[in-house]
């Protein structure tokens, strides 16, 4: 089998899936797409989760989607075509899914999706409709929450077909509980004692210079209230600091951080501001009160369960100030099968699917 990997929530959530194939016995061999191509990106998450070195690095880069997409194809088919794998196992949402997704279902290879059944309901976004498409295309949709099960339906996907696994993301995170030296981080980045983290790179909110521009000012108005500490994404850093993000006394910015040392940052920061996917259930596990940046989000389960809530670019700086104000939420609201186990449960899926 075949693993497809383009960018860091993939590594993140491929590791425990890997491990768990590989203690099951099973003969993999991991493609590297270089869709993130900075090595703070993607090479340090092999060195820090233990994944092993790729078999391959097809080194696409960045580009548009068209252009990204097509490079990733016109790879993939040669790798597919060569190794004939019994089956595709792809990882979240980024053009890399659905790449793979695309190649194999022509070249008749079963696709295993992992992180399947999210929506946000919002096709202006790249990534949803990499979800849906992939979703339609895989053999195996290997769910993260319960409602992912009932989108599926909703889309005609066959309820052989989708498996209620947990979220591997998760694995990872509990795995790694030991390793997140909060003063370590502060120390190596002079970071201060109490802060806020955030995060941005979602086009919708930094692509445009006059929406990167509104996006400063309330991030300003955010590190009023508390030390702002920012490791800015290849996606978006032009527009960012071209809008004057480093132009407050409170504002950190940092360049892209290891996994270890980014979720030792998120664990020890007071509140954290993003428009990322993955922060959102990480935030969930780790008890941080999170605020995404987005009027919509794929994973509603980080707001029933977890600690997360969406705003509006006006209502940033208000619901900062009260996330800064409150206690810490009490009691352990981690969403069902999110368990540190789910790498076992999708090894168990693949391979009572290959055996059939």
């Known amino acids: ?177 030991d390793a997140f030296d909060t003063d370590a981080v502060r120390a190596a980045h002079g970071l201060p004692e109490r802060y806020v983290l955030a995060t941005m790179h979602r086009p919708a909110n930094v692509d445009a210079p006059e929406t990167a521009s509104a996006l400063v000012r309330h991030l300003h108005g955010v590190a009023d209230l508390a030390d702002l500490v920012i490791p800015v994404h290849p996606r978006g850093r032009a527009n960012l600091l071209a809008a004057g993000l480093d132009d407050h006394d409170g504002v950190h910015i940092l360049d892209p951080l290891g996994y270890i040392d980014f979720i030792a940052a998120v664990r020890g920061a007071a509140a954290v501001v993003t428009d990322s996917g993955g922060l959102q259930e990480e935030t969930t596990i780790l008890g941080v009160p999170c605020l995404t940046v987005r009027p919509n989000t794929e994973r509603p389960i980080t707001i029933t369960h977890g600690t997360n809530r969406l705003v509006t670019f006006e209502e940033l ?28 449960r999708i090894a168990e899926v693949i391979m009572e699917f290959l055996g059939e």
Request: with cysteine; glycine share 10%; aromatic share 4%.
């Open 1 to 177: 089998m075949v693993h497809v990997l383009g960018a860091r929530p993939n590594f993140v959530k491929a590791a425990p899936v890997i491990a768990a194939l590989r203690a099951a016995g099973a003969e993999q061999a991991v493609i590297h797409t270089g869709q993130h191509y900075d090595a703070r990106m993607s090479e340090v998450f092999f060195d820090e989760l233990g994944l092993p070195e790729p078999d391959v690095n097809l080194g696409v880069g960045s580009g548009g989607h068209a252009e990204q997409t097509a490079a990733l194809m016109i790879g993939l088919e040669g790798e597919f075509t060569s190794r004939s794998p019994a089956l595709v196992i792809v990882y979240g949402d980024v053009n890399s899914t659905i790449a793979a997704a695309l190649v194999a279902a022509k070249l008749h290879i079963p696709v295993a999706h992992v992180e399947a059944g999210l929506r946000s309901f919002d096709m202006t976004m790249p990534e949803e409709v990499n979800r849906r498409v992939t979703d339609q295309l895989s053999a195996l949709c290997l769910v993260t929450s319960p409602e992912g099960v009932g989108h599926l339906a909703a889309e005609g996907v066959p309820v052989s077909r989708a498996h209620l696994v947990g979220n591997p993301m998760i694995d990872t995170l509990l795995g790694n509980l």
């Open 317 to 344: 700086v208000p619901a900062a100030r009260k996330a800064l104000e409150s206690a810490a939420p009490a009691g352990d609201r981690r969403p069902p099968l999110w368990d540190g186990n789910a790498g076992p």
